[in-house]
């Protein structure tokens, strides 16, 4: 059975950062390219960083210099360091796993709350 478990939100102030974490147990994790994605209310879910699996990085606009996805291939645990947060950055956050072969397979967490605001 796959798991993603994301942990690390919470309420923070603008200019202050916050890290999560995504756990993934029942996949060969070194494999999976891994992502971060967020959906505020209203609006569509929206990739915000991702790391393949050979270590490969790429940011939404919005975020670059800001955050920095990283994985621990022995953790089996992907990272998102979030600075400089700002009101626009709530919502919630997903991870993702995903491998393409001969056919995707594409795993979710249930997503962690991100609230900047003062």
């Known amino acids: 059975q796959v798991q993603l478990v994301e942990s690390g939100g919470g309420l923070v102030q603008p200019g202050g950062s916050l890290r999560l974490s995504c756990a993934a147990s029942?996949?060969?994790?070194?494999?999976?390219?891994m992502g971060w994605y967020r959906q505020a209310p209203g609006k569509q879910r929206e990739l915000v960083a991702h790391i393949s699996r050979g270590g490969g990085t790429t940011y939404v606009d919005s975020v670059k210099g800001r955050f920095t996805i990283s994985r621990d291939n022995a953790k089996n645990t992907v990272y998102l360091q979030m600075n400089s947060l700002k009101p626009e950055d709530t919502a919630v956050y997903y991870c993702n796993a995903e491998r393409i072969a001969f056919m995707t397979l594409s795993y979710w967490g249930q997503g962690t709350q991100v609230t900047v605001s003062s």
């Open positions: 029942g996949i060969i994790f070194s494999i999976y390219d």
